[in-house]
């Protein structure tokens, strides 16, 4: 069974519960940008935002597609741990095996994403949407970008 990480909300006798892969992309999410240079070097050729400022979550997401797969992406976010979580394990989930197709990826949904962290508590759901929006707008951005060029999609 995975291991439970008991976290107490502020404020209210609510207990919620995180596994521990959720603790893991957490405090060591993979593939986040810390330095935009890392992003410069990539040389994304989609990218999306999401989110809002006022509100208190945005996310980005960069991509890079080689032949019809994404073969890297990065991301940035101002949100909670379990937008962190949820994001990292997108990352991981579009690029694991070799990189998903641009189709494979936006068939991702946001039940898939908390099956492979082990669950979010129920009020931290909408924080695994995200991620997957700020993935499809990258995905929007890449196609108009190659249409533009009048290149083949795959």
């Known amino acids: 069974m995975a291991d439970i990480i008991r976290k107490k909300q502020k404020g209210t006798d609510k207990v919620w519960f995180y596994t521990s892969t959720v603790k893991d992309h957490f405090i060591n999410p993979k593939n986040i940008v810390l330095d935009d240079k890392i992003v410069e070097d990539m040389h994304p050729n989609g990218e999306g935002e ?45 690029t694991e095996n070799g990189g998903m197709t641009l189709e494979e990826a936006q068939k991702i949904s946001p039940k898939e994403i908390m099956d492979r962290l082990g669950g979010l508590p129920p009020v931290k759901v909408h924080c695994s949407v995200l991620g997957d929006q700020a993935l499809r707008q990258a995905i929007k951005d890449y196609k108009s970008k190659q249409q533009n060029k009048n290149v083949p999609l795959t």
């Open 50 to 94: 999401v989110g809002s400022p006022a509100c208190g979550d945005v996310m980005k997401f960069w991509i890079r597609v080689e032949n019809g797969k994404i073969k890297k992406c990065l991301w940035k976010t101002f949100g909670c741990a379990s937008a962190i979580a949820s994001t990292s394990m997108l990352s991981v989930m579009v």
